[in-house]
């Protein structure tokens, strides 16, 4: 079964400085998939990048990028240039590409709450 | 293209009554899945479907029913609501397992 890890409940950032929010897991597939949720106050979950187990290259989005470490089991999300629209509640989630058709779930951590400081 | 449409956005249920929880997709998903979040515990997995007819439980299946009839509908059942289904419930679909699961806004449901 896999498994999600979001060590830092909270976390808080100065508008236009840096921060990175961990995620460990843990699977048994060697195929599957990783993302980061954000849910601002709206409670809307909004994908905000998507990494690909098999890719080396670590994913990017804008100002949203990730550290993959496979072997480590690391899939950290780094938000440079902070803006006050990304005060949320962002999660991680792990998805197992299995041959057994059905399985196909999601697994989420607890999640980690962003404040932006003015 | 609406996306995922999920109704009621909020609920308050006493406790025993039972109610349908609504959830349309119009992107042709196979997967649809409902989730439950909880504070300091994530989303939860209550039931996922990877075609019409086909259903299965998740991780927190106890005390709800789905069916799925079409590709587009997923509807979650309560039967008997209690206490401890106060949660906010999401649902969700995907085109596959490597593709991102879209959610609906979601419900916040009370048991009183």
């Known amino acids: 079964a896999q498994t999600v890890t979001q060590s830092q409940p909270e976390m808080s950032v100065q508008e236009a400085e840096t921060v990175t929010l961990s995620c460990t897991y843990d699977t048994s597939e060697s195929d599957y998939y990783l993302f980061w949720y954000k849910q601002p106050p709206s409670r809307q979950m909004i994908l905000v990048i998507r990494?690909?187990?098999?890719?080396?290259q670590n994913a990017t989005e804008n100002r949203f990028s990730v550290n993959f470490q496979k072997a480590a089991k690391s899939f950290s999300l780094k938000i440079s240039d902070s803006q006050l629209g990304d005060a949320a509640m962002y999660f991680c989630?792990?998805?197992?590409?299995?041959?057994?058709?059905?399985?196909?779930?999601?697994?989420f951590g607890t999640g980690t709450r962003l404040t932006i400081i003015p | 293209n609406a996306g995922v449409t999920q109704t009621p956005k909020f609920q308050v249920l006493k406790t025993g009554q039972s109610m349908t929880l609504q959830c349309a997709q119009d992107?042709?998903?196979?997967?649809m899945s409902w989730y439950r979040q909880d504070p300091g515990m994530g989303l939860r997995l209550i039931h996922y479907?990877?075609?019409?007819?086909?259903?299965d439980q998740g991780e927190v299946p106890n005390g709800y029913n789905v069916s799925r009839s079409t590709t587009e509908d997923f509807p979650l059942r309560l039967l008997s609501a209690a206490p401890s289904q106060t949660s906010v419930y999401f649902c969700?679909?995907?085109?596959?397992?490597?593709?991102?699961?879209?959610f609906g806004q979601g419900t916040r449901l009370t048991v009183v």
């Open positions: 990494q690909e187990a098999y890719k080396q």
């Open positions: 989630a792990s998805r197992e590409l299995q041959s057994n058709f059905g399985n196909e779930k999601l697994t």
């Open positions: 479907s990877v075609g019409a007819g086909i259903t």
């Open positions: 969700a679909s995907s085109h596959g397992t490597a593709f991102e699961a879209f």
């Open positions: 992107m042709n998903h196979e997967y």
